[in-house]
């Protein structure tokens, strides 16, 4: 896959690019600046004193691998890592969280970039039969949004954790009309006008995090009545859903407002019980995406020094501020001591 960068800041000088990765060659270290105006500071107010400091001098290579979401915070990870570790050569693939995920139980990776998380299934099922145990850390957040056809007079969508926003249906004779899954649009926009219109969804193909999300989002604790048309890029749905009357979709909010769509706010009761699978030490919403890297470590051991460095990197001001110039959501304080106590490392609080 050829990949492609914005060039968002000065201060990110270069990317080499080439079919199916990214190579980073030897470039001068050079101190991160102090401030960078173009970047709203509030999210990152909080990180100014946890700046990055090496522990090591490592050489080596880390690779990453996975999720398109991820792509362009990754490629700045590599590139501001680099400057500081010029002997570390960091390549990356891209392609979907399934990608990355079984470049690293296949030891083609080093680093899974997931936009979905690892279900306990799976960890389990690795690590039996891996001499290695699976850690799972959140990089960073993405914001989701759903859209419809910009004619739709729906003005908001209501969420909780049990229905989802289709209201699934009841079992037995406590099915009523009010409780079946909406199908017709009519049953969420409430527009007697509406009530012929189907609800299409369009959404990414399986294996894609954005999709795993719009399952849970759309049902809840329940499966999805509806067949979703699937769709290889978020531009093309997109240009669906501007098509379709009836269409509905989710897509990732850090890089476009897409034109010839609407967009629609997630309303989220404020009783709502936490998800089950909510991210250590954070609070967010459900429609804050958590992102994810997934690195293999011995169970009789520690992680290579260029690994350890990497995730360091990650986890400080830099690595966030690298976050937030792709237009993602950087970690709080907090949400960063969560993932190093996950990665078994001490920190002064």
């Known amino acids: ?113 997931m936009s979905r998380p690892v279900t306990d299934a799976e960890k389990a099922a690795w ?4 001499a290695k145990r ?10 989701l949004v759903w859209i419809v056809h910009p004619s739709n007079p729906i003005a908001e969508l209501p969420w909780s954790p049990e229905t989802g926003i289709l209201r699934p249906a009841a079992k037995g004779a406590a099915a009523t009309a009010d409780s079946l899954a909406a199908t017709h649009w009519d049953r969420l926009n409430g527009s007697a006008d509406w009530k012929d219109v189907p609800i299409r969804v369009h959404g990414r193909a399986l294996g894609s995090g954005t999709r795993w999300h719009m399952d849970r989002l759309l ?3 329940t499966s999805c009545q509806l067949a979703t048309t699937e769709h290889k890029t978020e531009a093309e749905l997109v240009e669906a859903i501007a098509a379709d009357k009836g269409g509905l979709g989710l897509v990732g909010d850090e ?8 967009r629609l706010p997630l309303v989220i009761p404020a009783n709502a019980a ?17 992102l994810f890297l997934a690195v293999a470590v011995p169970k009789d051991g520690s992680m290579s020094p260029q690994l350890r460095e990497m995730l360091e990197y990650v986890l400080s001001y ?32």
């Open 274 to 290: 936490p998800l089950a699978d909510a991210v250590a030490g954070s609070d967010r919403t459900p429609d804050c995406r958590p």
């Open 219 to 221: 049902t809840g604790a």
């Open 134 to 143: 699976l850690v799972v850390v959140v990089a960073a957040f993405g914001r």
């Open 127 to 130: 690590e039996k039969q891996s």
């Open 318 to 349: 830099s690595g966030q501020l690298d976050v937030a110039k792709d237009g993602l959501l950087p970690l709080s304080r907090g949400e960063i001591h969560a993932q190093k106590d996950l990665l078994g490392w001490s920190m002064a609080r």
């Open 1 to 113: 896959m050829k990949n492609f960068f914005r060039p968002l800041f000065a201060a990110v000088s270069w990317l080499l690019v080439t079919g199916g990765g990214i190579g980073f060659g030897q470039v001068q270290a050079v101190d991160p600046p102090a401030a960078v105006p173009a970047v709203n500071a509030n999210p990152l107010a909080d990180l100014f004193t946890m700046a990055y400091q090496p522990k090591d001098t490592p050489a080596g290579a880390v690779r990453l691998a996975g999720s398109s979401t991820l792509q362009q915070a990754a490629a700045h990870w590599a590139h501001g890592f680099h400057r500081l570790h010029p002997d570390v050569e960091c390549s990356i693939e891209t392609g979907s969280s399934e990608a990355g995920w079984k470049s690293l139980i296949e030891g083609k990776a080093d680093v899974a970039l």
């Open 255 to 262: 890089h476009a407002h897409w034109p010839g769509v609407k």
